[in-house]
């Protein structure tokens, strides 16, 4: 196989700034079966076959090398598998769709500013109340691993399916970890983000698989795709 499988957000906004971002670079992407089809093609460039996921299957595939290049959001590499970052290059942040991931708390905690006091908290909260610290959030991963690295293990993970920054007025978690852009949202629900609560600054980029296979005119084909869209050279 000689094509390379470059993958695009399905929707959304983050699908229209990278569809900008080929388009400037004269890389128009057409999608011949209309914009519901997943599969799209880039005339300037035959050798690429382009697909449509959604930003976590790309996240996912890019990691296991079924793709071999696409956009996607840094966090969802960092949240897919801990090895995630080694397993990618990151050959152009692209300068939209950034967002951080946060631990945020109630606004009523006057006596946690960062994350020593939640530490604090944890440790007593269920002598107090009988139950784990509860924490919603989407990014399990990354929520485990940080508070891991601040020596918090008392509390327990309500997976979030919904508005997450909802939950601690509704009863169902203490705190949250979630994405922000400009923290209104999260200030309009009596959140604020703990001094050292930024887990990650995260942003829409170009990656390329490192699993992927690059041998031979597969590899001819990244190298010009690379180039026509200013990145910066794959190096293996």
Do not use: C
């Not at 983050?14 to 670079?25: I, K, N, P, R, Y």
């Not at 050798?47 to 090398?65: K, M, N, P, Q, Y």
């Not at 793709?67 to 801990?82: C, F, M, R, S, V």
């Not at 708390?105 to 006596?111: E, F, G, L, Q, S």
């Amino acid at each position: 196989m000689s094509n390379i499988m470059l993958a695009l957000p399905s929707k959304g906004r983050l699908q229209e700034e990278a569809m900008d971002l080929f388009a400037g670079s004269g890389l128009t992407i057409a999608r011949p079966g209309g914009a519901r089809s997943y599969l799209g093609e880039m005339t300037a460039m035959p050798d690429v076959t382009v697909r449509f996921l959604s930003a976590s299957e790309i996240a996912r595939e890019l990691i296991r090398g079924t793709i071999d290049l696409g956009i996607t959001g840094e966090d969802l590499i960092h949240e897919t598998a801990e090895t995630g970052p080694m397993q990618v290059e990151i050959v152009k942040r692209l300068g939209f769709g950034r967002a951080d991931v946060v631990v945020a708390v109630p606004d009523a905690w006057i006596d946690v500013t960062a994350m020593d006091d939640l530490s604090d908290v944890a440790a007593d909260f269920r002598a107090r109340h009988g139950r784990w610290l509860k924490v919603a959030t989407k990014y399990v991963n990354l929520t485990r691993r940080h508070f891991a690295q601040a020596g918090i293990a008392e509390y327990r993970i309500v997976e979030s399916l919904g508005a997450t920054e909802a939950a601690p007025a509704s009863g169902a978690a203490d705190l949250i970890v979630d994405i922000t852009s400009t923290g209104s949202t999260l200030q309009a629900n009596g959140l604020r983000i703990l001094t050292d609560g930024v887990m990650l600054e995260s942003e829409a980029v170009l990656m390329v698989s490192r699993n992927a296979d690059w041998a031979g005119n597969r590899r001819r084909t990244l190298d010009a795709l690379l180039e026509k869209l200013g990145a910066a050279a794959f190096i293996l």
